[in-house]
């Protein structure tokens, strides 16, 4: 059969698409030399100066940059990227080659696992960041524009990183020397819309020097179903600092047990905390992080609560605990690391829990009750006449102020719980907040220019949750978020501020065995 001439209208489409092949070609190429990934940016200004290739000899990704940093609100790397929707995991070895320059390192260059809203500059976003220090953090940003935040561990750097998505939580998971993967107790939720861009980031931070940052064993795969094993409760003590620019998060311990109260010792070198009915003293240590903790004797008490906490002369452990199991709970003073005989300070046949020492160690503020019906009370350290403050509705929470000429507290009696205040004597009661929110356990800072509270959804009770941890400083008179979280009242229920600008929380997060705790 004959051939047909071709029209001059197709031979102008020939001509054009043989003349755009090499661009197509080009860009199959760019695909297929980026392996797993679709493409390839630089973010946070428009002259590329990195770069990202992948070697199928090696599976390995390599990417160059001398980006300066990704945080407060801006961006400055490289990032090879995919677009993509769902529930997703990452995981890579990330390390650092010997570098080509003769200065040293800066430490805080990063080998990033990323997922990004957008490619914009300041986009939310949520990543895991290798430092070349060793050190690791769950870094995010949660929305365009804001300053980023993050989660640190100051451990060895881990052989391999894991981030994974799941619905809008994401997790951290490490394996430090090849073991299975494992979480760490940093995890996040915040909303992507989909789709979403996923992918590898590097940076040098520093303008003036390029880099390098290696990523083998990448695997980008959905998130692998929930198994049917029993979940595992996780809690995570954290320390935060308060200030909006500067909202750094350092993980201080993470257990697969039931961690409580964090209350933060004068002088800021421990943290108290009740682990699975025990109380620890945990060492607080420079750079930040936890030591070894040391568990606290209670002697023949037994049934301790996490109502406990330090006297501010550091002389005393105020602790919540019966004589026999089952029996009502007492308030009894021991000495810090438990020795010697407990001494009984309340007496009562309604069960009575430890809340706050005032600033001059002479005087506990406690409460009595029940969960629907609960009363304030303060009484001399060293036993005597109880003094009662309140005589209504459910009342807890109760704290000094640093002069200790007011009681900050909880109370529903306005109809929900909010926050309050009183004179040392029951007297002059005030509001401090209304809002939606179930607001309670009031804790004011050392210099008492602020006060750090949780709120939770209304009807929540003493079940774990969505929690905030908020913060209002005196001078602005605003509400600030500090942290959002699962968590629940024990999440900061005695004193948790180590100084004007840090506190310390616990959140918690189920897990399930099997489903990311294998490479």
């Known amino acids: 059969m004959p051939t047909t001439p071709l029209s001059n209208s197709s031979l102008f489409a020939r001509a054009i698409f043989m003349l755009t092949l090499p661009a197509i070609v080009s860009a199959a190429t760019q695909t297929n030399a980026l392996g797993l990934f679709e493409g390839q940016a630089e973010l946070g200004h428009g002259t590329p100066r990195g770069n990202a290739t992948y070697s199928t000899a090696t599976d390995a990704y390599t990417l160059?940059?001398?980006?300066?940093?990704?945080?407060?609100?801006?961006?400055?790397?490289?990032?090879?990227?995919?677009?993509?929707?769902?529930?997703?995991?990452?995981?890579?070895?990330?390390?650092?080659?010997?570098?080509?320059?003769?200065?040293?390192?800066?430490?805080?260059?990063?080998?990033?696992?990323?997922f990004r809203q957008t490619l914009d500059p300041g986009a939310a976003y949520v990543a895991v960041g290798a430092h070349g220090s060793g050190m690791t953090a769950l870094q995010y940003r949660r929305a365009r524009g804001d300053?980023?935040?993050?989660?640190?561990?100051?451990?060895?750097?881990?052989?391999?990183?894991?981030?994974?998505?799941?619905?809008?939580?994401?997790?951290?998971?490490?394996?430090?020397k090849g073991e299975p993967l494992h979480p760490v107790g940093a995890s996040v939720s915040l909303h992507l819309t989909e789709p979403f861009y996923v992918g590898l980031g590097a940076l040098s931070h520093d303008t003036d020097t390029l880099d390098k940052v290696e990523f083998r064993h990448v695997k980008l795969e959905p998130t692998a179903?929930?198994?049917?094993?029993?979940p595992v409760l996780y809690s995570t003590l954290q320390t935060i600092q308060t200030e909006d620019q500067f909202r750094r998060a350092m993980l201080i311990r993470s257990i697969p047990a039931l961690m409580?109260?964090?209350?933060?010792?004068?002088?800021?070198?421990?943290?108290?905390?009740?682990?699975?009915?025990?109380?620890?003293?945990?060492?607080?240590?420079?750079?930040?992080?936890?030591?070894?903790?040391?568990?606290?004797?209670?002697?023949?008490?037994v049934d301790c609560s996490g109502n406990f906490g330090l006297s501010p002369d550091g002389k005393w452990l105020a602790v919540s605990c019966a004589d026999t199991h089952g029996g009502p709970h007492q308030v009894y003073v021991v000495r810090p690391d438990g020795t010697g005989t407990p001494r009984r300070?309340?007496?009562?046949?309604?069960?009575?829990?430890?809340?706050?020492?005032?600033?001059?160690?002479?005087?506990?503020?406690?409460?009595?009750?029940?969960?629907?019906?609960?009363?304030?009370?303060?009484?001399?350290?060293?036993?005597?006449t109880e003094k009662r403050l309140t005589h209504?509705?459910?009342?807890?929470?109760?704290?000094?102020?640093?002069?200790?000429?007011?009681?900050?507290?909880?109370?529903?009696?306005?109809?929900?719980?909010?926050?309050?205040?009183?004179?040392?004597?029951?007297?002059?009661?005030?509001?401090?907040?209304?809002?939606?929110?179930?607001?309670?356990?009031?804790?004011?800072?050392?210099?008492?220019k602020s006060i750090a509270f949780l709120g939770q959804p209304r009807g929540t009770g003493?079940?774990?949750?969505?929690?905030?941890?908020?913060?209002?400083?005196?001078s602005e008179?605003?509400?600030?978020?500090?942290?959002?979280?699962q968590g629940g009242r024990d999440s900061f229920s005695m004193y948790g501020w180590g100084d004007n600008n840090h506190v310390a929380f616990i959140s918690y997060r189920q897990f399930t065995p099997g489903n990311s705790d294998t490479q």
Do not use: C
């Open 462 to 474: 003493e079940a774990i949750g969505p929690t905030t941890l908020k913060i209002m400083t005196w």
């Open 147 to 176: 300053n980023t935040e993050d989660i640190e561990l100051n451990i060895e750097a881990p052989q391999t990183v894991r981030i994974e998505k799941r619905g809008d939580v994401f997790t951290l998971y490490l394996s430090m």
């Open 260 to 301: 409580q109260s964090p209350n933060w010792a004068p002088g800021g070198k421990s943290i108290y905390v009740l682990e699975d009915g025990r109380i620890l003293n945990i060492p607080y240590l420079t750079p930040e992080a936890g030591g070894p903790p040391r568990t606290v004797a209670a002697l023949r008490l």
């Open 477 to 485: 008179g605003l509400i600030r978020t500090l942290a959002d979280f």
């Open 64 to 114: 160059t940059s001398n980006g300066a940093n990704t945080w407060y609100h801006v961006d400055d790397f490289h990032f090879a990227w995919k677009k993509m929707s769902g529930d997703m995991t990452l995981t890579a070895d990330i390390s650092f080659p010997p570098p080509t320059y003769t200065h040293e390192p800066n430490p805080h260059r990063k080998g990033i696992l990323m």
């Open 392 to 448: 209504d509705t459910v009342n807890d929470g109760p704290d000094f102020s640093p002069d200790g000429k007011l009681i900050y507290f909880d109370s529903a009696r306005s109809g929900s719980t909010q926050i309050w205040r009183m004179q040392p004597d029951g007297s002059a009661a005030e509001q401090i907040t209304d809002d939606n929110s179930a607001n309670s356990s009031p804790h004011v800072s050392p210099d008492g």
């Open 225 to 230: 179903a929930a198994a049917i094993s029993q």
């Open 345 to 384: 300070v309340t007496q009562s046949a309604t069960p009575s829990f430890f809340h706050a020492w005032s600033p001059d160690s002479l005087t506990i503020a406690f409460t009595r009750g029940s969960a629907g019906k609960a009363d304030i009370f303060t009484i001399a350290a060293a036993g005597g």
